[in-house]
């Protein structure tokens, strides 16, 4: 019948807004509620785990005791990780079992604040004109206390879930390596953390001018690939120079580099994207965003050249990071050497990457050698379920407020995830005006408002995944 994918669709609408037990339309949770976020949210701020000097350990361990005070049995908590520093929380929140669990992830390192850096001290919870300021407080440690609120509230009202949800808190995702506490789940305790698909980080809400205008829905992201730009020269005396110096090789080089722009282009995550955007931009680029969405080369050099997230969402990115050369003032360099950070949309190889930079360095002196062997995270595909009860949840916290999918130019644990077969959506529903993204700056802040209400969307949209029906 060529209609019952139509009608079955819309039955599944139609029965999924009628039994939406969950949606109440407050933008907030209950005061007791709030209370319960803010405490174990400062307790987490306060407790200094920045991925080198600091630990997860405590963070982890804070978060557990919460738990256990809630009445979490022992048995459906884990707390472990690569050495005593770096210790991850699972706790495992039980449902029906009659659908596979959901995974709520969040880190609990930090990247590292000195506080002569800041106006205030990082690892306090400071409230003040309607911001929380301190190191996490964005990113990552909100989310990390909401799940866990969130979760003693469900077990508090008593609420049976179809699936298991899962929360994670996880180390070492800002330092990433041989620590990272998302790799290592994934090594060693594969079962604890196996779900049928993530909520992480990475997707948070859009504001401008106080405005709430998209939530978005990470699905897919950049990945990282470090390049080394090396020449070696037999050197010499600098008194006696001759043309051929490592240096100005070097140079001519990262010049060249500078002056050279990968293609610009959209992708299956990246177009849609440009055309919510265009419907939502309230000035003159809403033309140009509607026709990068129809893949006009114009418009995309136009809309590049308008910010630097553009830019880099439109294209893989290269650039010289760290330098280093010659040995002694009086001596002609017998080395020079740069390294330069790519940002490599998910479609393109790290081979192309390769290839493409040796052909714009074109000078067979200067070696070009990728650091590591980085590959691609796979895109999240848009799981209607997932797409439908976030657009729900939205709906009912900022009417009119549209959930943008799109894809990061930084990086998150999701790739990982991704990686280990388990689709991962950022999702946070924690609004952030577009020129205050202060994640891993000075004097790091979200509005009060936006962690409450995020706390209350969250709550809401893993109910609905939760007990979908
Ligand atoms: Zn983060």
């Known amino acids: 019948m ?49 991925f080198t000097t600091g630990s997860t350990t405590p963070v982890a361990e804070a978060a557990a005791a ?48 000195k506080r002569e850096d800041w106006s205030m001290d990082p690892f306090q919870l400071n409230e003040r004109d309607g ?133 610009l282009k959209t992708n299956e995550v990246t177009k849609p994207y440009f055309q919510q955007m265009a419907n939502i931009e309230p000035g003159p680029l809403k033309q140009d965003l509607a026709a990068v969405a129809q893949g006009s080369q114009e418009a995309m050099q136009r809309v590049a050249a308008t910010s630097a997230a553009f830019n880099a969402t439109l294209r893989t990115t290269c650039v010289a990071t760290l330098l280093e050369g010659g040995h002694a003032m009086n001596a002609l360099p017998q080395l020079a050497a740069a390294t330069v950070n790519c940002r490599v949309l998910p479609e393109d190889s790290a081979d192309y990457v390769l290839t493409t930079l040796r052909e714009v360095v074109a000078d067979d002196q200067v070696s070009v050698k990728p650091l590591g062997q980085p590959e691609p995270g796979p895109v999240s595909p848009l799981r209607p379920d997932v797409l439908d009860a976030a657009r729900r949840a939205t709906e009912s916290h900022w009417h009119g407020v549209p959930v943008v999918p799109n894809m990061v ?22 609004f952030i005006d577009r020129d205050d993204v202060r994640f891993h700056g000075r004097d790091e802040r979200i509005m009060i408002d936006s962690f409450y209400e995020g706390q209350s969307f969250l709550f809401d949209l893993v109910k609905l995944l939760a007990k979908p029906n």
Request: net charge neutral; proline share 4%; hydrophobic share 40%.
């Open 131 to 263: 911001y929380f300021y301190g190191r996490g407080t964005g990113d990552d440690k909100a989310q990390a206390a909401i799940w866990i609120a969130n979760l003693i509230q469900y077990k508090k009202e008593g609420f049976k879930p179809d699936r298991d949800i899962i929360v994670a808190l996880t180390a070492d995702e800002e330092g990433g390596g041989p620590f990272n506490g998302v790799d290592w789940l994934i090594a060693n305790h594969r079962d604890s953390i196996d779900a049928e698909f993530c909520l992480n980080e990475g997707g948070w809400g859009e504001m401008i001018n106080g405005k709430h205008v998209a939530n978005y829905l990470q699905v897919a992201e950049k990945y990282v690939v470090n390049f080394r730009f090396e020449v070696r020269n037999k050197g010499g005396h600098s008194s006696l120079p001759v043309a051929d110096n490592a240096i100005y090789h070097l140079a001519g080089g990262l010049q060249r580099l500078s002056q050279f722009g990968f293609p």
């Open 66 to 113: 919460r738990l256990k005070a809630a009445g979490f049995s022992e048995s459906d908590i884990f707390l472990g990780g690569a050495n005593p520093r770096k210790a991850n929380l699972v706790v495992r929140y039980r449902g029906t079992g009659k659908l596979k669990p959901i995974l709520l992830l969040a880190h609990i390192d930090v990247v590292e604040a």
């Open 2 to 50: 060529p209609n019952s994918k139509y009608f079955s669709l819309l039955l599944f609408f139609a029965a999924s807004f009628l039994a939406s037990p969950s949606l109440n339309g407050q933008s907030t949770r209950p005061d007791a509620e709030k209370k319960l976020a803010h405490d174990i949210y400062k307790e987490f701020i306060e407790i200094q785990s920045g």
């Open 409 to 430: 130019m930084g990086a998150t644990d999701g790739k990982r995830l991704r990686m280990s077969g388990i689709p991962t959506y950022g999702i946070q529903g924690i």
